[in-house]
């Protein structure tokens, strides 16, 4: 539903000559529905206007159009406006984003400690766009840590086209329990916006990629690398939305150190259902998954992990 400021109104409209000669109840619904900014109501009520007032017609579509005109107007105002200051902003202006943070602590016959925190940070310029996002989970248990997990992710996009765009990504990974204290991956490609609607978005990305891996037995391995991503989501309702996130890299040649002539994939993906509780405030339910085709001995291909968490909006 979209709401239109009361400054937004002429008060021409109001009064035209059109207007002047509708009958007085016709004339206080469509006055009654403009003021009240809600551009669905007005379009209803004057559909109901011409329903009841059939010989009005004329009169009434009059307004309807002065109405859309003046809207068009307005919208177009705005938009210029938002332009206008999107080109004077500096780079720390027009960031948004979202952030979450949990904890859990148990004694006695289990003695568990653990948090988890994430930040997501967007930016949104006439071309460009930019994304962050820290994430780090932790967990503790009867003196031995049972995950530790830390991620850093920069991705600046640049619109080509309204669909296509070209995207950079930089990234930091560590997860000791994985078999590497550090994973470091950059890349760059070329991604698509398959389904842009209001409700729904679905965008693909395609590059390769160069990756470095320090495990946790002193050896590294810098590799060349494939990268393919997909984000998808969808307002279920105004208060509803899923989410899905995949990313995955596949790994080939460029072998060094102890790695000789191999390859690895790699995936991570989640999967969320997200429920507005405030204008801020939501409730995220998720489970996640990531996956190594070739991980260090000792540990195992796959994990998963499932969240619920507050999320809050900025």
């Not at 937004?8 to 529905?33: F, G, H, N, Q, W």
Request: net charge negative.
């Amino acid at each position: 539903m979209t709401k239109l400021p009361l400054l937004a109104i002429p008060a021409l409209l109001l009064c035209s000559p059109a207007a002047a000669e509708l009958p007085e109840a016709a004339r206080t619904m469509i006055d009654a529905a403009i003021a009240s900014g809600d551009a669905a109501q007005v379009e209803a009520v004057v559909a109901a206007a011409r329903t009841a007032f059939p010989d009005d017609a004329a009169d009434i579509d009059a307004i309807w159009t002065e109405y859309q005109a003046h809207q068009a107007e307005v919208a177009a105002a705005e938009a210029a406006r938002e332009l206008q200051e999107m080109r004077q902003a500096s780079l720390f202006d027009n960031w948004g984003g979202e952030g979450q943070i949990g904890a859990f602590q148990s004694s006695g016959n289990t003695d568990e400690f653990g948090v988890t925190a994430a930040l997501a940070l967007k930016r949104e310029g006439i071309d460009w766009e930019h994304r962050l996002r820290l994430t780090a989970d932790y967990r503790r248990q009867n003196g031995v840590t049972s995950r530790e997990q830390f991620l850093a992710r920069y991705e600046p996009r640049f619109q080509i086209t309204p669909r296509l765009f070209a995207y950079g990504l930089a990234q930091y990974e560590a997860d000791r329990l994985q078999g590497y204290t550090a994973r470091y991956a950059v890349s760059g490609g070329i991604g698509y916006k398959v389904i842009d609607e209001e409700d729904m978005e679905l965008s693909v990305k395609a590059g390769p990629a160069y990756r470095v891996t320090d495990f946790t037995n002193g050896t590294s391995a810098s590799r060349l690398a494939g990268l393919f991503g997909a984000d998808f989501e969808w307002n279920i309702s105004d208060s509803l939305t899923f989410t899905q996130d995949a990313s995955s890299t596949i790994e080939t040649g460029g072998e060094v150190l102890l790695i000789v002539d191999s390859t690895n994939t790699s995936l991570a993906a989640t999967t969320g259902l997200e429920a507005g509780l405030t204008d801020k405030l939501s409730a995220r339910l998720s489970w996640a998954i990531e996956y190594d085709s070739s991980p260090p001995p000792g540990a195992v291909s796959t994990d998963t992990i499932s969240r619920f968490a507050l999320v809050y909006g900025f």
